[in-house]
């Protein structure tokens, strides 16, 4: 199967065909949706059902040498999938480096991505990042990109189609989605304080995100 360029609409698109680099240990039945969804069961190198809090991990690969999905592989080879695609949801980081991986090469590479994703007045509103450890307050001006990307990320916000939220309550910046999913995926009541009461009332009417 070809992929011409439509791939966010290529859901149902098996992963194995989309991705020209070997992916030993990822089920070829794998979509984009499954990744798309979190429910693909990849091995997730940064999986917090077996590692515990996530900042006290650390990557065995320097970070400064993660400059694109490729980098990540060796990481997400090493181990054994989860469970089969489909099968439940769980929050992983692994299946967002198979999506960078797919969308790398929808024809035209990263260049038709980003055409493709801004495209007719399409605005990305960032939330500031808090830096778990450090405290340092990451914003759009102050990301860290590779060389490479820092022209195509600085006409986005020229024209500006990346925009910085500014308006923001500081007290929620603690407070991360990766936490939330993990504590809802452990039966745990601390989350529905981390979002708002009719995120929760959804949450659970819905049995989003394997709650229940």
Known sequence: MR????????VVSVLVDVVSVPLP?????????????????????????VIGDPDDFELPIAPSKLLGPRDYLPMLVAGPAKFEPGARFSYSNGGFVLLGLALEEVDGGI????????????????YP?????????????????????????????????????TDVNHAYLDIHS???????????????????????????????????
Not at 3 to 10: N, P, Q, Y
């Open 25 to 49: 240990g990822v089920s070829a039945a794998v979509t984009i949706g499954h990744l798309l969804t979190h429910t693909s069961g990849v091995y997730d190198y940064l999986d917090e059902e």
């Open 129 to 165: 990042f808090m830096e778990p450890r450090t405290k340092k307050l990451m914003t759009v001006e102050t990301l860290d990109l590779p060389q490479e990307l820092r022209q195509l990320y600085g006409y986005l916000i020229e024209r500006g189609c990346i925009v910085q939220l």
């Open 111 to 126: 260049l038709e991505s980003f055409g493709r994703l801004f495209k007719n007045n399409l605005k990305l509103f960032v």
């Open 3 to 10: 992929v011409d360029g439509a791939l966010a609409t290529e």
């Open 178 to 212: 990766h936490e939330v999913l993990r504590k809802i995926g452990r039966a745990s009541n601390e989350w529905e304080a981390m979002v708002p009461p009719e995120v929760a009332a959804a949450i659970k009417a819905r049995g989003l995100f394997g709650y229940g």
